[in-house]
């Protein structure tokens, strides 16, 4: 989907001719393109027609600077805008000191446990001491595949029992570090194949009692549309404070991330690039931006 909104984009190029102010037709013209090129990429239909309206605005009476054509003065515009709703700048979560408990939620199958464990490797890596929880309760064998991920990387891992309350975890853990000072704790909680109500519930309810200090949604990028409608719902319920995009190396429906992030305001802190714990990569709104634009 990237090469064919790259490929949009020079038709644009070719259609916006050599003026030296945009007019209200190319813009237009121009814009119908880019909505068109979103969608085929799977970017939900309001952002898309939001971001269109942004452009837009700024693109109408633009003077056409020096070397640049009409269509490439779009093309910078729409780049640019791009960057700006993916995020701006690349960002990592919040890291203490000590005493950082982070969360990982999403439907399951979204790489959330794939995820932590690449988390592990990767700030084991930075020489923090990681504890990973395993709290997905719902997949039967998300527990057993977090202790085969934590040994890969070498780290602990807190297994969840059947039936436990937020409560009775939240003392393990306590007891845990105790004896095994640990600075960076992850815990991969309960994914469902759909949203709803008692898995919320439950999620907020473990909040409640380990008080994460970032909140990461996991969003499968493939996932397209419903990416959006995800990322709004566990925001809503969860307080998000953060993104993880995954199987970005796949056919990546870079509308996800798009949809994602502009519905939740959230940075995308990461996209996952393979099925190993090595792919895994701090996310860079630039460099997504540049390929969706080819
Ligand atoms: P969970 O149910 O959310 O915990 O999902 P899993 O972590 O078990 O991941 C589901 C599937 O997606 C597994 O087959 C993973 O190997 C795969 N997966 C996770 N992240 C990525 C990624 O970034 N790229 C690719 N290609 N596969 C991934």
């Not at 007019?23 to 979103?38: G, Y």
């Not at 942004?54 to 791009?82: N, P």
């Amino acid at each position: 989907m990237f090469e064919a909104l790259g490929n949009k984009l020079q038709d644009i190029l070719d259609r916006v001719g050599r003026e030296s102010k945009l007019t209200d037709a190319q813009v237009k013209a121009a814009m119908r393109e880019i909505r068109m090129a979103l969608l085929e990429a799977d970017v939900n239909f309001n952002v898309a027609k939001d971001f269109v309206a942004k452009v837009s605005e700024k693109a109408v009476g633009q003077e056409v600077q020096g070397s640049l054509t009409g269509g490439q003065t779009v093309v910078k515009l729409v780049h640019d805008e791009l960057i700006e709703t993916l995020g701006g700048e690349s960002k990592q979560p919040t890291l203490k000191t000590d005493g950082n408990v982070w969360f990982m939620v999403g439907l399951q199958g979204a790489g959330k446990t794939t995820s932590t464990g690449k988390l592990a490797a990767f700030y084991k890596s930075k020489g923090r001491r990681v504890l990973l929880v395993a709290a997905d309760t719902q997949r039967p064998a998300a527990r057993d595949q977090l202790e085969v991920l934590a040994k890969q990387v070498g780290v602990p891992v807190l297994k969840v029992n059947d039936g436990e309350t937020p409560q009775e975890t939240r003392r393990r853990l306590d007891e845990y570090l105790k004896t095994d000072y640990r600075d960076l704790v992850i815990v991969d909680t309960a994914g469902r194949l759909q949203i709803d109500e008692a898995l919320m519930d439950q999620l907020a309810d473990l909040q409640t009692e380990l008080h994460p200090s970032e909140t990461l949604l996991v969003v499968d990028a493939m996932t397209g549309q419903e990416a959006l409608n995800v990322a709004r719902v566990f925001d809503e319920r969860v307080n998000l404070s953060g993104l993880i995009i995954t199987k970005m190396d796949g056919d990546a429906r870079g509308g996800a991330a798009l949809s994602a992030r502009s519905v939740t305001g959230h940075p995308i802190y990461f996209a996952g690039t393979s099925e190993k714990l090595t792919g895994l990569e701090p996310f860079y709104p630039d460099r997504v931006a540049g390929r969706i634009l080819g």
